[in-house]
């Protein structure tokens, strides 16, 4: 266990966790990451700090959530960083384990994230949120936080950590933080890295697809689909390409898709891969009823 001159204590073990664990007094904040911590990391320990007496901020690259073929490999890594950002935030206690620490064998009982974890994002990605739930649930349990803090980016995440957190009664508040972007519109993620200069303005269309269908929300889920997806075909046809993996107008605590008239909160979300890299935004609006005529 090491600290850096006034930033937090580093533990790299579970003992060592277990001990600068035992040292906090009053209430704790976990924001769950898997490093390469940007202003949207920033965020999330900014709102931790209004939560709780003490944050605690874990990186953790977990193998589990990416699939064959996926990116886990170049994943970028940069725990130099990550600690001089926690240090700056006044993070008290960042846990940074190895894989070998986390799995000590390879693990036989994991969660299984259910029919909400083979929707939308589960679709493209098979299997991904059971390994997200596994890991997050080692988290909870090891660093034994009041609160938990998580970005809206990643919705159908944070509403499955939300499920699992009722459905097995795990003693911890679940606190969401708005997706923090880019001043041109795009969302902030440790993925943004692998754009190039050309592919970035085609992802672009992601934000402009959202907020397109966000201003037809008053014209019912039909007109939402319709107007994001102009959006999403126009970037299709652009050089380089965007390749649609879903849009996709969901119920926040299902993400069962919106059918026929809706009067209600609504995520309309989006994935898409631009060369290589695989982009995911959403946006939460409120969907009109049916008007008079």
Known sequence: MSERGNGPVVAETREELAAARASVRGTLALVPTMGALHEGHRALIRRARESADAVAVSVFV??????????????????????????????????????????????????????????????????????????????????????????????????????????????????????????????????????????????????????????????????????????????AAAEPPLALDYLALVDPATFVEVMGPHDGPAVLAVAGRVGTTHLIDNVPLRLDGPKER
């Open 62 to 235: 977990n193998p589990l959530q990416f699939g064959p073929g996926e990116d886990f490999d170049r994943y970028p890594r940069t725990l130099a960083a990550d600690l001089g950002m926690c240090a700056d935030e006044g993070a008290d206690l960042v846990f940074a384990p190895s894989r070998e620490v986390m799995y000590p064998a390879e693990p036989q009982v994991t969660l299984r994230a259910g029919p909400m974890g083979e929707r939308v994002e589960g679709v493209t990605r098979p299997g991904h949120f059971d390994g997200m739930l596994t890991v997050v649930l080692k988290l909870l349990n090891l660093v034994r936080p009041d609160v938990a803090v998580f970005g809206q980016k990643d919705a159908q995440q944070l509403a499955m950590i939300r499920r699992m957190v009722a459905d097995l009664n795990v003693p911890v508040e679940i606190a969401g933080v708005p997706t923090v972007r880019e001043p041109d519109g795009l969302a902030l993620s440790s993925r943004n890295r692998y754009l190039s200069a050309e592919e970035r303005g085609t992802a672009l269309a992601l934000s402009r697809a959202l907020r397109a269908g966000e201003a037809a929300a008053g014209d019912g889920p039909d007109a939402v689909r319709e107007a994001a997806r102009a959006v999403l075909d126009e970037a």
